[in-house]
């Protein structure tokens, strides 16, 4: 079974149990707490339980999956992901929810999503990462530039949120620029 370990975080495939607590923090939380700073303008209609499971079973290459969870003390708190923007010239894009806020500002995500990106780096031949956000998310403009991630666009006004437009934030990391910055990386994060 694949696992990445750090020092606060593993990042490893799902079980069942997981899946479960994804799917409730994801479609039946009330409170929806992670929403508010992960694509809150992204309107979601709720699949079922099995459709959201199957999801779970894509790889972004053979043997490579395109999502892994986040534990921490022994507890599922999010998930690190990726989905292809164009296969064709190797586009993917990555991206981190930490859904328990009693994880959030720890560290936590900054180790998940390093983890994340030099696993995807050491196992497949891409070139380049990418990273979508909004204006308002500054603690994950935050993150990607502690990890060496660079703007690349900035589209003014293209979300709005409670009314109040934001900009949209496209930040990517080349190859080189990781092999650049990561040890810098990890040995500040101590991973």
Not at 113 to 136: N, P
Not at 140 to 162: F, N, S, T, W, Y
Request: cysteine-free; aromatic content about 12%; glycine content about 8%.
């Amino acid at each position: 079974m694949l696992q990445i370990e750090g020092n606060q975080v593993l990042l490893r495939k799902a079980t069942e149990t997981d899946l479960d607590q994804l799917y409730h923090w994801k479609y039946e939380d009330p409170v929806q707490e992670a929403k508010k700073w992960n694509g809150p303008y992204i309107v979601e209609e709720k699949i079922s339980k099995d459709a959201y499971k199957k999801q779970w079973e894509e790889d972004i290459y053979p043997g490579i999956p395109d999502a892994l969870i986040i534990s921490a003390n022994q507890q599922t708190i999010g998930y690190v992901g990726s989905y292809w923007v164009d296969k064709n010239t190797d586009w993917l894009e990555t991206g981190i929810v930490i859904y328990d806020p009693d994880y959030w500002n720890g560290g936590y995500g900054t180790e998940a999503y390093q983890l994340w990106i030099d696993f995807l780096f050491s196992h497949t031949e891409l070139h380049r990462l990418g990273m979508s956000t909004w204006s308002g998310n500054g603690r994950m403009i935050k993150v990607a530039e502690k990890l060496g991630m660079k703007e690349e666009a900035r589209i003014r006004e293209a979300r709005a949120v409670d009314g109040i437009p934001y900009d949209a934030v496209k930040m990517g990391i080349l190859r080189r620029e990781w092999e650049e910055v990561r040890t810098k990386v990890f040995n500040r994060e101590g991973v």
